[in-house]
């Protein structure tokens, strides 16, 4: 018996993203196609002062998959990610930032413990990316959530993600 690929949606909010987004892209253009039946990637221009909505149009034009957003001003992060959601054709969504620290060479990972039954996964890197004080923020930031929201899996939260999307639509 066979095992059958998954079709993803991955989502990625842009911010300040130009010179990422094509290594980002070309990433994902090679891992992917391993893991996905049928996928497309939503990148999502929040309203970014560089040159990432040009970037996302050429990126467009070269890859059929390849879907953008343009909001009309910065709504946030969390914002554009579920402004990309809610544009999702697929019904695995992967979640990831634009900067390259989530390597599209782990969505597979993601998918994998997906295939187990669990509603989200989380990726997490073993080292933190960014500085020192960022790093420091980021923590406390998530320490602070986790308390309010009582959950004590903390360290495993990050915009990295991949969770079934489910649609339940009500006909008349």
Known sequence: MTETKPSISVVIPVYNGEHTLRPLVERLAASLPLIAEFFEVILVNDDSPDQSWPVISSLGEKYSWVHGI???????????????????????????????????????????????????VYGYPNKMPHSLVRNFFSWTTKRALAFVMSIKTVKEISAFRAKPLRITKTLA
């Open 70 to 120: 343009r909001l009309m001003r910065n709504y946030g992060q969390h914002n554009a990610t579920l402004c990309g959601v809610r544009a999702a054709t697929y019904p695995v969504i992967v979640t990831m930032d634009d900067d390259l620290q989530h390597p599209p060479e782990e969505i597979h990972k993601l998918i994998e413990k997906l295939a187990e039954g669990y509603d989200v």
